[in-house]
């Protein structure tokens, strides 16, 4: 589960009707700009919840670097450090091996939003330049056929 919102009992919902169970809860940042259900679905279900290393947390959360793969059977999801809205911030890259070897979408949490992109300004003051490396160095030189999938929409909190 990505990002969830604070009605978790919609997700728990949902996974037991599918009939499955939620393994991890990933945060892509700590919510200056909505409420987060992510520590409350995580220890509702027993799931690891996931956050970036260096996020700054009062709470007790499993950290997750550049990089790290997390592997759930054939579905591989790769953590891409993408700051700007947030110093924490990141994007989650998904492979279905089922589908072959290359990567399928990537989560863009909200450095990425349908018509916008994730405010800079929330946290700290050079996050501007942060999203700007995070948008034109990370996610821009992924590959053309790669399903971007945004956190949210132009002005949705």
């Known amino acids: 589960m ?4 604070e009605n978790v009992d919609f997700y728990l919902r949902e996974a037991e009707q599918a009939g499955l169970e939620i393994k991890y809860v990933i945060d892509t940042h ?3 700009d909505h ?4 520590r409350e679905l995580a220890e509702r279900t027993g799931a690891k919840f996931l956050l970036y290393a260096n996020t700054p947390a009062a709470y007790a959360f499993t950290p997750v670097e550049d990089g790290e793969q997390i592997v759930l059977g054939n579905t591989v999801i790769e953590v891409m450090h993408t700051p700007g809205h947030t110093p924490e911030h990141i994007s989650l890259l998904v492979t279905d091996h089922r589908r072959g070897p290359e990567p399928w979408f990537v989560l863009s949490g909200h450095t990425l939003m349908i018509g916008d992109i994730g405010r800079p300004d929330l946290v ?3 996050g501007a330049n942060d999203l700007y490396h995070s948008i034109f160095d990370r996610l821009l030189n992924l590959p053309d ?3 971007v999938y945004p956190g949210a929409f132009s002005g949705s909190t």
């Open 2 to 5: 990505v990002d969830p919102l």
């Open 35 to 38: 409420i987060s259900g992510a």
């Open 145 to 147: 056929y790669l399903e």
């Open 124 to 126: 700290v003051e050079d």
């Open 30 to 32: 700590v919510h200056a």
